[in-house]
């Protein structure tokens, strides 16, 4: 089976730092990355995708992410956070073949203004 | 305007009751999937149906059932026999290989 693992529980950071979340996931085969944000009070919603081509994606509200295939990672980046970023990120993954997602535990993110 | 629709909000059980969570969807989505949540535990799958008058158990199924007797509804019953149902629940649809997600219901024991 498929697993996701986020390595940051919690991230603490001041507005304008720089943000990197990690993720990798454990699948043989070839897969679908994703990056979801839950905002308080909000809807789970796609932050950015990797399926195939250039490995490095851009999302929304400045959101980047990196697919390494070797090192089977697809971190999160943002040069400058917001206090609006505050928010929970959760990393998902799903073979293209294949019916289910599997998501990781999920890294809360507060950012201090 | 377009979406998953779950309800209730929030929602209380007694012990030995059964409870149903509703999910509606007007995206015209084959797939549709339910997720329990829990605080450091991420989504964890719990059943999913790829097609009306189908659906297969994810990786926590033990103590809920579910139906699909229309492409817009997929709702999940919580039976007596999950012993600790009380999780934030979420239901998604799929398109392509995005899901789209509702607000939650929340299960709580009373």
């Known amino acids: 089976a498929q697993s996701v693992s986020q390595h940051n529980h919690h991230v603490i950071l001041s507005e304008a730092a720089s943000l990197e979340l990690g993720c990798n996931y454990s699948?043989?085969?070839?897969?679908?990355l994703f990056w979801y944000v839950q905002y308080p009070g909000q809807h789970l919603q796609l932050l950015l995708k990797y399926f195939s081509g250039d490995p490095l994606v851009k999302g929304i509200k400045g959101f980047e992410a990196e697919f390494i295939k070797s090192k089977f990672s697809f971190n999160l980046r943002k040069p400058s956070v917001q206090w609006s970023d505050t928010a929970e990120y959760f990393c998902a993954v799903n073979s293209n073949t294949g019916n289910q997602f599997y998501f990781g535990t999920g890294t809360s993110l507060t950012v201090i203004p | 305007d377009g979406g998953i629709t779950q309800s209730p909000k929030y929602l209380f059980r007694k012990e030995g009751q059964n409870v149903t969570l509703s999910c509606e969807q007007n995206l015209n989505h084959d797939a549709m999937y339910w997720y329990r949540q829990d605080p450091g535990q991420g989504l964890r799958l719990i059943y999913y149906?790829?097609?009306?008058?189908?659906?297969q158990k994810g990786d926590i199924a033990e103590g809920y059932s579910v139906s699909r007797e229309k492409k817009e509804s997929f709702p999940l019953t919580v039976t007596s026999a999950q012993k600790n149902p009380t999780a934030f629940y979420l239901c998604?649809?799929?398109?392509?290989?995005?899901?789209?997600f509702g607000a939650g219901t929340r299960l709580s024991v009373l």
């Open positions: 998604a649809s799929r398109q392509g290989d995005i899901q789209y």
């Open positions: 699948y043989g085969g070839t897969v679908n």
């Open positions: 149906s790829q097609i009306v008058n189908d659906f």
